[in-house]
């Protein structure tokens, strides 16, 4: 089946810092999805992407969704202490209705 | 606005006991999706529904799980026996058509099975 590879596992960054991740596939996805998880919470969902090399914004976030369709990125640019938590990406592949979810991308920061 | 619900938010119990997870998801929406989280396996989607009717269970773990979708506002997830590898954080989400991007998540229920 279809898999997402989310990288890096974890990261620990100083507040202020800019934050980058990733989540790769072997196959073409037509929507990338990025959420947030809070602990003791669900995931909420950040931003949706609909179609390769869209850029879309949600204040400080920006994801991609990669001209092959088969990678995302998401960026935070100046980290605050709010920011913690658990960032997972997702994807929906071609003729699909099941969300694909990566390992997720755990976010420590120091203050 | 509610969002989805999920009750009971933490459950506990022993090795062989029937447990019940609900959820109410939100008011319209038409598919409702069953997920586990654990910390080896990630979030894996148990079941889907559309319109009340199960359309995939293929992530189902076992004869053990069930789950039914008697109207549009309520739908269970039931395992029996329960077996302490069962123990994870179970969430409930729903959607209104099947693309993702309108899928939002319940709280989750956190079960621990002795």
């Known amino acids: 089946g279809q898999q997402l590879n989310q990288s890096p596992q974890s990261m620990f960054i100083q507040e202020g810092e800019d934050v980058s991740m990733n989540c790769t596939s072997s196959s073409i996805f037509n929507t990338w999805l990025w959420y947030k998880q809070d602990p003791g919470e669900g995931p909420v969902l950040l931003i949706a992407?609909?179609?390769?090399?869209e850029l879309t914004s949600n204040g400080r976030l920006t994801a991609q969704f990669g001209i092959t369709r088969k990678d995302s990125f998401l960026n935070i640019s100046a980290s605050i202490p709010s920011d913690v938590g658990i960032y997972f990406c997702?994807?929906?592949?071609?003729?699909?209705?099941?969300?694909?979810f990566g390992q997720g991308t755990r976010l420590t920061i120091n203050p | 606005d509610a969002g989805v619900i999920q009750s009971p938010r933490h459950e506990v119990t022993e090795m062989g006991q029937e447990v019940t997870l609900r959820c109410k998801p939100i008011s319209g929406h038409d598919y409702l999706f069953w997920y586990r989280q654990t910390m080896m396996r990630g979030l894996e989607l148990l079941i889907y529904f559309n319109n009340n009717v199960p359309i995939d269970d293929s992530g189902m773990p076992e004869d053990r799980f069930s789950a039914k979708m008697p109207n549009a506002s309520f739908s269970t997830l039931k395992i029996q026996p329960s077996e302490p590898r069962d123990s994870a954080v179970y969430f409930c989400?729903?959607?209104?058509?099947?693309?993702?991007?309108?899928?939002?998540f319940g709280p989750g229920t956190r079960l621990l099975v002795l």
């Open positions: 989400a729903s959607s209104l058509g099947s693309r993702g991007e309108t899928q939002y």
């Open positions: 997702a994807g929906l592949g071609q003729g699909a209705q099941k969300l694909v």
């Open positions: 992407l609909y179609k390769a090399g």
